[in-house]
T-cell receptor, first 112, second 112 residues
Framework: GESVGLHLPTLSVQEGDNSIINCAYS??????FIWYKQESGKGPQFIIDIRSNMDKRQGQRVTVLLNKTVKHLSLQIAATQPGDSAVYFC???????????FGTGTLLAVQP | DAMVIQNPRYQVTQFGKPVTLSCSQT?????MYWYQQKSSQAPKLLFHYYDKDFNNEADTPDNFQSRRPNTSFCFLDIRSPGLGDAAMYLC???????????FGDGTRLSIL
């Protein structure tokens, strides 16, 4: 069968609270970053992206913050809902290859 | 409507018996990707096609092959599956290499 997976970092929040999911990236040359949401049994779903010439970008209930100085990316979800429960992955792209490098996911568990 | 479609959703094969997973897209995107995702881990890129140009990742085992007969379809062939190949296989597309990737819901492969 499948090899034993790692234990994902988990963030547990109450419904209605704001959530902040953090990600440290590795390549200072990365110029594009994406957050994906992956629900159980489904593929990753695009949430929001940001380019390295920006430090903040807002979507519907989501905000991505980029701190290039410390190579840190965060996803803020306002008024978290049960439907937000999923694994969230950050991904970076940089260099000549355009290849996406995924970070370790974070499991967001929303308590009703 | 699903834009990246993977069939079947679940596939069971025997140890050493060749298996083919399929992906189709209605987005007319130039780039198609195959990822392997094991439990609680991030997706790992196996290879991608830019149009008809095949790009293999350096650490992708020779056991994994791919075909892209036309823009819409891409196949993942596993010639002799081992127990360690049990995983979720994700297909993704992007219009260009530097654009966001859109994922299908994957095929979960089990090896008996």
């Amino acid at each position: 069968g499948e090899s034993v997976g790692l234990h994902l970092p988990t963030l547990s929040v109450q419904e209605g609270d704001n959530s902040i999911i953090n990600c440290a990236y590795s390549n200072s040359a990365s110029d594009y970053f994406i957050w994906y949401k992956q629900e159980s049994g489904k593929g990753p779903q695009f949430i929001i992206d940001i380019r390295s010439n920006m430090d903040k970008r807002q979507g519907q209930r989501v905000t991505v913050l980029l701190n290039k100085t410390v190579k840190h990316l965060s996803l803020q979800i306002a008024a978290t809902q049960p439907g937000d429960s999923a694994v969230y992955f950050c991904a970076e792209r940089g260099g000549a290859t355009n290849k996406l490098i995924f970070g370790t996911g974070t499991l967001l568990a929303v308590q009703p | 409507d699903a834009m990246v479609i993977q069939n079947p959703r679940y596939q069971v094969t025997q140890f050493g018996k060749p298996v083919t997973l399929s992906c189709s897209q209605t987005l007319n995107h130039n780039v198609m990707y195959w990822y392997q995702q094991k439990s609680s881990q991030a997706p790992k890129l196996l290879f991608h096609y830019y149009d008809k140009d095949f790009n293999n990742e350096a650490d992708t085992p020779d056991n994994f092959q791919s075909r892209r007969p036309n823009t819409s379809f891409c196949f993942l062939d596993i010639r002799s599956p081992g127990l360690g190949d049990a995983a979720m296989y994700l297909c993704a597309t992007s219009s260009e290499a530097n654009q966001p990737q859109h994922f299908g819901d994957g095929t979960r492969l089990s090896i008996l």
